[in-house]
């Protein structure tokens, strides 16, 4: 099948004015179910979770990163970019998603690659703790 395309990143603006336009969205009928779909998923956040599929699956090179809230913004820590247990692939970046822009802000990184850590919150500060990364095992703490 041709139309095989995930849409739920994009804004339903960007559905309507760059990819309905498309040929073969006119043509085919699963693309256009697809696009249906998508537009759907866009226009109705508060029932996004009744239409959860793996074409709304969260994608990412990092598929192990911590998460913390604090303050209304969401955290998102290190992770993995790579399956390996030995903390081959470890990653060190950070980001911060303020929902009220709806945008994703990349902030400092870690001074440490970590994966299999514990990322809390405690007086208003986010502490990244243990984990593992090339060289081993982590017995460290990072604000």
């Not at 498309?22 to 109705?44: P, S, T, W």
């Amino acid at each position: 099948v041709l139309c095989h395309i995930r849409f739920p990143l994009m804004k339903s603006s960007e559905l309507v004015d760059s990819v309905q336009t498309l040929d073969i969205m006119v043509e085919d009928v699963l693309c256009r179910q697809y696009l249906l779909e998508a537009f759907n998923y866009q226009i109705l956040p508060f029932r996004q979770h009744e239409m959860q599929s793996p074409r709304t699956a969260i994608r990412s090179d990092a598929p192990h990163s911590c998460v913390a809230v604090l303050d209304n913004f969401v955290y998102v820590v290190g992770g993995q970019q790579l399956q390996y247990r030995s903390g081959e692939g470890a990653v060190d970046v950070s980001y911060r998603y303020d929902p009220h822009l709806n945008r994703w802000l990349r902030i400092q990184a870690m001074q440490e690659s970590r994966i299999q850590f514990q990322l809390n919150v405690l007086r208003g500060m986010v502490y990244a703790t243990g984990g593992r990364n090339r060289s081993g095992s982590l017995a460290s703490v990072e604000r």
